[in-house]
Each structure stands twice: as structure tokens, then as C-alpha cells.
Nanobody
Framework: QVQLVESGGGLVQPGGSLTLSCAAS????????MGWYRQAPGKQRELVAV???????TYEEPVKGRFTIYRNGAANTLYLRMSDLKSEDTAVYYC?????????WGQGTQVTVSS
């Protein structure tokens, strides 16, 4: 069973930065792709960014130019560097890993952007 453990969430002021981490229980290159999703109160979970096994990256429009997804294979960890944070970025952020059609999720980490 794949385990994904997120960390790094917290309270940050608008315009601030935060880096999330997602530690995987196995080699991250076993996954077809890994990504970050978020879910704000009262809203559906939405994709933020994804990186596939070959390194191709896709960002959703609201975070382009502000967020950076990257990984460390030696540490089996996925990261999300978030800059210029806005109140609308407030959400629970989830790490996701896909092997073919099977999806694995972490437990989520809360990010709150507020002054």
C-alpha cells in the first residue's frame, strides 16, 4: 500500500511563501505521475499541478507563475513551492500519486492565507 505524507502547511500572510512536501513510501519513479490538489471549504477538490515520470509539468491557470512543483528522487519526495500567496489559495492541499488507473492520496495539509 502506497503511503503519502504531506507536511509544510500553515498560516501565511498574503504575498508570502510556503513549501509543501509529500514523502512517499516507495520510489516516486514507480508512479506514472504525481500531483498536488487542493480543496477549499464548500468547493470540489481541484488540480493544482502535476509532474509525470518523464518530468513533464502542468500547472492550472490560477497558480501559473506563482507555484512550482518539483521532486527529489533520492528522498522520494514531491514538493510544491508556493509564492505570492493569495487568500483564494486557502485550502487543504493533497498529494496524489497515480499508478495506471489507481490513485493514492495523502491525508492533506492545511494552508491558510490571511492577514
Amino acid at each position: 500500500q502506497v503511503q503519502l505524507v504531506e507536511s509544510g502547511g500553515g498560516l501565511v500572510q498574503p504575498g508570502g511563501s510556503l513549501t509543501l512536501s509529500c514523502a512517499a513510501s516507495e520510489n516516486i519513479f514507480n508512479f506514472n505521475d504525481m500531483g498536488w490538489y487542493r480543496q477549499a471549504p464548500g468547493k470540489q477538490r481541484e488540480l493544482v499541478a502535476v509532474i509525470n515520470v518523464g518530468g513533464r509539468i502542468t500547472y492550472e491557470e490560477p497558480v501559473k507563475g506563482r507555484f512550482t512543483i518539483y521532486r527529489n528522487g533520492a528522498a522520494n519526495t514531491l514538493y510544491l513551492r508556493m509564492s505570492d500567496l493569495k487568500s483564494e489559495d486557502t485550502a487543504v492541499y493533497y498529494c496524489n500519486a497515480r499508478i495506471l488507473s489507481r490513485l493514492h492520496w495523502g491525508q492533506g495539509t492545511q494552508v491558510t492565507v490571511s492577514s
